[in-house]
């Protein structure tokens, strides 16, 4: 298949790449960018893993072609860190043990960044409706639900 320029913004960076059009926009940064802080795993709309911020909304990447985010502004798990420090967000998982073999971290990270950013005051019930999208094998939820919430107070004013 031909493949096709395409520009998009990554992590603040505008860059411009040569895509297959089935190429879907997880393989793209994974890839083609070594964006490897986003995981597969069922590769096909379930679990959340693959979960990245495109114009301000959560996706999962899986279903979405690179083609499709021409234009397009994109967050990976690797802009929540900054100069080695780790988001509030992810500091937060880590002071409540919400990860255990991380695979779906970096899917449930993007997925509770983008709710926060668009609600920072949303409540327990909210986020676990929200992430009941993503599943966790291992860690159970609850700490999860606890990370999010105590990490809420530094969204609104600075939401990164
Ligand atoms: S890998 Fe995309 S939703 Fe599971
Ligand atoms: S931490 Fe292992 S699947 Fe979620």
Known sequence: MKERPITLTVNGRRLTATVEPRLTLAGFVRR?????????????????ACTLIVDGAAVRSCLMFAVQADGAEVTTVEALASDQELS?????????????????????????????????????????????????????????????????????????
């Not at 083609?32 to 959340?48: A, D, F, K, M, R």
């Not at 609850?142 to 939401?159: M, R």
């Open 88 to 160: 509030p967000l992810q500091r937060a998982f880590r002071k409540h043990h919400a990860l255990q073999c991380g695979f779906c971290t970096s899917g449930i990270l993007m997925t509770m960044h983008a709710l926060l950013k668009a609600e920072p005051q949303a409540s327990a019930e909210r986020i676990r409706e929200v992430l009941s999208g993503n599943l966790c094998r291992c860690t159970g939820y609850i700490p999860i639900v606890e990370a999010v919430l105590e990490a809420a107070a530094s969204y609104g004013s600075e939401s990164r």
């Open 32 to 48: 083609q960018l070594g964006l490897t802080g986003t995981h597969l795993g069922c590769e096909h709309g379930v679990c959340g």
